[in-house]
């Protein structure tokens, strides 16, 4: 079983300087956890958080990167700039930027490439929204998504990916995915990796996303398929995350 991960989407939310004394807040009253803690911070926090986290067993990581390796690609970070400031993961495919920045799966398969050649752990998130839930279609579009989103990914990467199951229902909805919703569909997709990745597909972690909480984060995460959370609202509060880590 791998370790879970307990990876925290601050989305655009804290300043650098808001970044530090909430890191320091953290640090200053870690609880004993068996899971691995990473804060998805927005890129200009990673730098001061490097710094502050970097003697810590809080990894960094970025909520998106650049599928290019460098050049003339004006606004963007690449993966080799990530890793410089101490990031270990990258968020790819969030369901806000599938949203508002129009990413294809193509589009997130070949920024999940770029992560893993950059050294970094891509979490490639995947899941459906509400009207094709009650279509009852949400294994087969979830399923399609990820193979389109892994259409990049080589085989022998693939211990070295998390995906996260994010329902866009749920995200920052307050509706939660039953445990044994989210269990069902992480099953499906451990079948799927097994189907890609053979003997690689036991080490890849499957997370939660949907508004997981201090109150919900056990039993989703007791669930045989699923090795941890994606959280977003509650990530952004100490209390909560101390809450969430002493759960798991
Ligand atoms: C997310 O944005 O990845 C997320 C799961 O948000 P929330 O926890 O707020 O639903």
């Known amino acids: 079983m791998p370790q879970n991960l307990l990876a925290l989407n601050w989305k655009m939310n804290k300043t650098p300087s808001q970044a530090i004394s909430w890191a320091k807040e953290l640090l200053a009253g870690l609880p004993q956890t068996s899971a691995e803690l990473a804060i ?6 990673l730098q ?13 990581g970025a909520q998106d990167l650049s599928p290019h390796e460098s050049g003339a690609y004006t606004g963007e970070i690449s993966a080799a700039m990530l890793k410089d ?8 495919g969030h369901s806000e930027r599938r949203a508002y920045h129009a990413e294809s799966s193509q589009i997130v398969a070949a920024k999940a490439a770029s992560a893993i050649a950059g050294g970094l752990i891509p979490i490639i998130c995947v899941g459906e929204a509400l009207d094709v839930r009650e279509r009852g279609e949400q294994v087969a579009f979830t399923l399609d998504q990820l193979r389109d989103s892994l259409s990049q990914v080589p085989v022998l990467g693939a211990g070295e990916i998390v995906i996260a199951y994010e329902p866009v229902w749920a995200i920052g909805t307050g509706k939660t995915a039953t ?14 990796l097994v189907g890609l990745y053979r003997e690689y ?11 997981v909480k201090p109150e919900n984060i056990a039993e989703l995460c007791a669930q045989p398929n699923i090795n941890g959370a994606l959280v977003g609202g509650a990530s952004l509060d100490v209390a909560s995350v101390v809450g969430m880590a002493r759960a798991l």
């Open 179 to 192: 445990a044994q919703d989210a269990s069902e569909m992480a099953d499906a997709i451990r079948s799927a």
């Open 48 to 60: 001061g958080l490097g710094w502050e986290l970097k003697d810590s067993p809080v990894k960094l």
């Open 201 to 211: 597909a036991d080490g890849v972690r499957i997370l939660y996303g949907g508004s």
């Open 85 to 92: 400031v101490g990031a270990s993961y990258a968020v790819v």
């Open 40 to 45: 998805m911070a927005p890129a200009i926090d």
